[in-house]
């Protein structure tokens, strides 16, 4: 047996909530990957937020999307995460969120998740959450505004009432160069 990375968990904790038909949310689509394991979940009865601010991450996402057949059940949004509350419905329910903070891979650094927009968008994400639904939030906290951001999500997370919420922290606690940890929220 070998324990698997942060991102691989955080796949195999959504794995076993979405279902197809359902209504989930990719906060930060990045490269898609995240984006593309949601539709592949949801199938062709669900549907994907995707939100991003870097227009060129949501062009090559829907490129991707488009070549693997999985476009139809995804809406690609440039905004950021903290417009979620804008993009549902009083009875839209959400099974899963998944959030990658920090900045895109191979992109301009310069331009990383904030600290005041990635609780915004949390807080939606709560209020939105099914019973039995995830929120997944893989943390990096090695780029400039990391550490205060982390900060700024742990002290969310910790004050979600334990009767509603259930929280998970998944780190490895012996690697160099501050590697990410995973946050999963689920609502009891």
């Known amino acids: 047996m070998q ?51 870097q227009q060129t991450a949501l062009d090559e996402t829907r490129t991707m999307l488009t070549l693997t057949g ?35 891979p191979g992109g301009d650094h310069s331009v990383v998740t904030k600290a005041a927009s990635t609780i915004a968008a949390l807080q939606t994400a709560c209020d939105n959450l099914r019973r039995s639904g995830v929120i997944t939030l893989m943390v990096y906290t090695g780029h400039p505004g990391g550490e205060k951001e982390a900060a700024a999500v742990e002290q969310f997370v910790t004050g979600l009432p334990q009767k509603t919420f259930q929280v998970l922290r998944y780190q490895y606690i012996n690697q160099q160069h501050q590697p990410p940890y995973l946050l999963i929220i689920q609502k009891r």
């Not at 999985?70 to 969120?97: F, M, N, P």
Request: hydrophobic share 45%; aromatic share 6%; charged share 15%.
């Open 3 to 53: 324990l698997d990375n942060a991102l691989t968990f955080s796949h195999t904790i959504i794995e076993q909530v979405v279902l197809p038909g359902d209504l989930v949310v990719d906060a930060t689509v990045g490269q898609g990957n995240d984006t593309r394991f949601l539709a592949a979940l949801v199938g062709k009865t669900g549907r994907v937020l995707g939100f991003d601010i």
């Open 70 to 104: 999985l476009r139809q059940q995804v809406e690609l949004i440039h905004a950021g995460h903290e417009t979620l509350a804008q993009k549902l419905t009083a009875t839209d329910q959400l099974s899963a969120v998944m959030f990658n903070l920090g900045y895109l």
